[in-house]
């Protein structure tokens, strides 16, 4: 079974461009998670889809970040325009309707200078 | 307003050796606490979780202790090998492994040849 993918690894941009940042759930998965941990600290949850659904989305910091989920497959997280503190790594995450944990991707590197 | 606290950045400890792992909650209205395990560049990976209405879950090496009362859990590794050298999240939700998590900041083990 393949697991969560996310693209790209790492992203430099600098401040007031736009990224796009991308997550292939399980197959299968109906609940799409997107996390944040900036250097050190905690990793905090940003939104939480249900298929294609917006389920909770307390978590989002500003407008400036746009998360969709087209037909319940992959799932993008736009940032724009970009800040400094929007630097941290982006985790994306997948599990089964109504069963177990989470499963992580390898997260996403964003850096902006 | 930090409600699971890891109050220990980090960890050393011999090999063989008893690795002990702390993590204070705030909120008690969490029922599930969950131990995610996370290598450079990779994403968390679940490594063992406790409901609530127990106080102790077992799985191999990894042992996790729930205290309600005083608000704590621990994950304690017995014996301590070289490749648990790692960052160890602990997390808490709600209701469900499916609901959102709130992590900690993480503590750094590392097991000493």
């Known amino acids: 079974e393949a697991g969560v993918t996310q693209f790209p690894s790492h992203s430099v941009i600098e401040k007031g461009q736009t990224v796009t940042l991308r997550c292939d759930p399980i197959?299968?998965?109906?609940?799409l998670y997107w996390y944040r941990r900036v250097m050190g600290k905690e990793i905090k949850f940003l939104l939480h889809?249900?298929?294609?659904?917006?389920?909770?989305e307390s978590g989002m910091p500003n407008n400036r970040f746009l998360a969709e989920r087209t037909g319940g497959t992959y799932s993008t997280l736009k940032v724009q325009p970009a800040e400094l503190e929007d630097s941290g790594v982006y985790f994306c995450a997948s599990s089964p309707f109504g069963a177990g944990g989470y499963t992580f991707g390898s997260g996403t590197r964003l850096t902006v200078v | 307003d930090q409600q699971v606290k890891q109050n220990s950045p980090s960890l050393s400890v011999q090999e063989g050796r008893i690795s002990i792992l702390n993590c204070d909650y705030t909120n008690s209205m969490f029922d599930y606490f969950l131990w995610y395990k996370k290598y450079p560049a990779e994403g968390p990976t679940f490594l063992i979780s406790i409901s609530s209405i127990k106080d102790k879950n077992e799985d191999g090496r990894f042992t996790v202790f729930l205290n309600k009362s005083a608000k704590h859990l621990s994950l304690h590794i017995v014996p301590s090998q070289p490749g648990d050298s790692a960052v160890y999240f602990c997390a808490a939700n709600y209701g469900g492994a499916t609901n959102k998590l709130i992590f900690g900041t993480g503590t750094l083990l590392a097991v000493q040849p």
């Open positions: 197959s299968g998965h109906d609940n």
């Open positions: 889809f249900v298929k294609e659904s917006k389920q909770d």
